[in-house]
């Protein structure tokens, strides 16, 4: 069993930014792949970044340039670096762990981009 706990929403200004962490507890498996997907109010959720263990990254095409994964495997803790933030970045952020046809999901984490 996995638990995955974000902290590091909040409100933050158009063009600020922020740095969302997320600590997984339990077994973390090398096979795992980590990442963070956010669903903005009366959307779907979406994925934002995903990374292997061995730091291969992929981005949704809206936030390449502007937002940067990272992980510490001696941590278990995969963090989202948020820069140049827009409005429409403004979502619940949920830190997800991908093991094959498993996943599990944090309760999120509230990011809000308003002047």
């Known amino acids: 069993q996995v638990q995955l706990v974000e902290s590091g929403g909040g409100l933050v200004q158009p063009g600020g930014s922020l740095r969302l962490s997320c600590a997984a507890s339990?077994?973390?498996?090398?096979?795992?792949?980590m990442g963070w997907y956010r669903q903005a109010p009366g959307k779907q959720r979406e994925l934002v970044a995903t990374?292997?263990?061995?730091?291969?990254?992929t981005y949704a095409d809206s936030v390449k340039g502007r937002i940067t994964i990272s992980r510490d495997n001696t941590k278990n803790t995969v963090y989202l670096q948020m820069n140049s933030l827009k409005p429409e970045d403004t979502a619940v952020y949920y830190c997800?762990?991908?093991?094959?046809?498993?996943?599990?999901w944090g309760k999120g984490t509230l990011v809000t981009v308003s002047s």
């Open positions: 997800n762990l991908a093991r094959g046809v498993m996943s599990y």
């Open positions: 990374i292997t263990r061995g730091g291969s990254t």
């Open positions: 339990g077994v973390v498996l090398t096979i795992d792949v």
